[in-house]
Structures are given as structure tokens and as C-alpha cells.
């Protein structure tokens, strides 16, 4: 039986849920944690347009940082579309810089 971890108040001190990365929130400023089992919080460093996030059954995966703040602050991000930034900067995920963009991945 798998055991179900809730977000309380003490786990959102600082971000908002990810949607579909189950124990994961991200911060306004693209900080990352992961809510271990023991209800601990643990920040990810780093600023990089590529995050590692942890996911359960997968382990550690690879993401697109603007891509995960969309998804917790904004909403979903429809099928042939991604992520990208008004002002052409990808260091810039201010959520009002981020907008969708037709996927370059055929």
C-alpha cells in the first residue's frame, strides 16, 4: 500500500504545488523542493534554465524550470504548445515574461 503525503501549511512556506511532480513546489523565484516522506523540506540550489526534480518510481528527471513555474502559478500548457519568454530572455521567469509559444518538437 502506498502512503499518502498531504501539503500542509509548514510545506508551503515559500511555492506552490507542481501539478503531475507529486511532493514537489516551486517558488516565484524557480526555487524548487521536494517533501520527503518524513514531512522535511528540501531546497534544490541553482538558477539554471534546467532543473532535477524528484519524483517518485522515477527518481531524479531533468526539466525545463519555466515549464514548472507555468504549471504551478499559471495552469496547463496544451498539446503543441511550450513555454516561452516575451522578451526573448530565458533567464527571465518572471511569470508575467512567460508565455506559450507553438512546440518546435514535431
Known amino acids: 500500500m502506498s502512503k499518502t503525503y498531504q501539503y500542509t501549511e509548514k510545506h508551503s512556506v515559500h511555492g506552490n504545488p507542481i501539478p503531475g511532480f507529486y511532493y514537489n513546489q516551486i ?5 524548487i523542493s521536494t517533501i520527503r516522506p518524513t514531512g522535511e523540506q528540501q531546497w534544490f540550489r ?3 534554465k ?3 526534480i524528484s519524483v517518485p518510481g522515477l527518481g531524479r ?5 519555466a515549464h514548472l513555474l507555468y504549471l ?5 500548457i496544451p498539446k503543441g504548445k511550450e513555454v516561452g519568454y516575451k522578451d526573448g530572455n530565458e533567464y527571465n521567469r518572471c ?4 508565455c506559450l509559444v507553438d512546440s518546435t518538437v514535431e
Open 50 to 52: 534546467e532543473a532535477h
Open 95 to 98: 511569470i508575467d515574461n512567460l
Open 27 to 31: 517558488g516565484l523565484d524557480g526555487r
Open 72 to 76: 504551478a502559478y499559471i495552469g496547463k
Open 61 to 65: 528527471i531533468k526539466v525545463n524550470r
Open 46 to 48: 541553482g538558477n539554471g
